[in-house]
C-alpha cells in the first residue's frame, strides 16, 4: 500500500501558485519524498525530490515540515499544461545492489488549472 | 539526451495470444523498471531489472515475464492474455550508480496501450 495521502483533487487559478499537499505521517529516516505528474495517458514525468531539506528546481518548490510527516509541492505559476495527476510517494535509499527499484503509487490528486 | 522509448506505442491482440513490448532505457542507465497501469488499480509495479537480471518483483502472476539484454534494453512478455491485461504498460529507467547508496530517480517512458479484445 502506498505511504502517503493526498488530497483526491484540486483546483488552482492560471497564474497563480499551485500548493499540493502530502501526509506521510510513517516516514522513516532513510525514505525519502518524490513526486511525480502525469498528463492524461502519458508516462509520469518526475518533478522533484527530498529528504529533509526544502527543494527547488526550475519545475516546482518542495516544503518538507521539520518532523517530515507532511510535505507540499509548489508550482509557483501554474499554467493550464498544468492540469495532471500528481503523485507523492516515499522511497527508501537503497543499496546499489538492492532492491531500490519498487515505486508504489497512491491515487494522486487531480489537478484542473482554470483560466 | 533521448529520453525512455518503448515499442510499440499502441496494440490490440485477442484473448489467449502473447505479446512482447520493449523498452529502451535512457543512454547510461542500467536499471529497467516495468508498470501496469489500469482505471481500476491504478500504478502497479510488475518487475525490475538490473543487469539482466530480475531484482524485483510485483504481484503479478507467471504469465507476466521479462528480460534484460546486454544493452540495458528490456522485454516484457505477457502469454496468454486476459481482457482484464488491456492497460497502459510503462518502463522507467534509472541510473543505479556503481557505488554506496542511490535514491535513483526513475524517468518514465511514454507507455504502451494495449487492448485486449
Request: aromatic share 10%; glycine share 10%.
Amino acid at each position: 500500500d502506498a505511504k502517503t495521502t493526498q488530497p483526491p483533487s484540486m483546483d488552482c487559478a492560471e497564474g497563480r501558485a499551485a500548493n499540493l499537499p502530502c501526509n506521510h505521517s510513517t516516514i522513516s529516516g532513510n525514505e525519502y519524498v518524490y513526486w511525480y505528474r502525469q498528463i492524461h495517458s502519458q508516462g509520469p514525468q518526475y518533478i522533484i525530490h527530498g529528504l529533509k531539506n526544502n527543494e527547488t528546481n526550475e519545475m516546482a518548490s518542495l516544503i518538507i515540515t521539520e518532523d517530515r510527516k507532511s510535505s507540499t509541492l509548489i508550482l509557483p505559476h501554474a499554467t493550464l499544461r498544468d492540469t495532471a495527476v500528481y503523485y507523492c510517494i516515499v522511497r527508501v535509499e537503497a543499496p546499489i545492489s538492492n532492491q531500490g527499484g519498487k515505486l508504489i503509487f497512491g491515487q494522486g490528486t487531480e489537478l484542473s488549472v482554470k483560466p | 539526451k533521448a529520453g525512455v522509448t518503448q515499442t510499440p506505442r499502441y496494440l490490440i491482440k485477442t484473448r489467449g495470444q502473447q505479446v512482447t513490448l520493449s523498452c529502451s532505457p535512457i543512454s547510461g542507465h542500467r536499471s529497467v523498471s516495468w508498470y501496469q497501469q489500469t482505471p481500476g488499480q491504478g500504478l502497479q509495479f510488475l518487475f525490475e531489472y538490473f543487469s539482466e537480471t530480475q531484482r524485483n518483483k510485483g504481484n503479478f502472476p507467471g504469465r507476466f515475464s521479462g528480460r534484460q539484454f546486454s544493452n540495458s534494453r528490456s522485454e516484457m512478455n505477457v502469454s496468454t492474455l486476459e481482457l482484464g491485461d488491456s492497460a497502459l504498460y510503462l518502463c522507467a529507467s534509472s541510473l543505479k550508480g556503481t557505488s554506496g547508496t542511490s535514491t535513483d530517480t526513475q524517468y518514465f517512458g511514454p507507455g504502451t496501450r494495449l487492448t485486449v479484445l
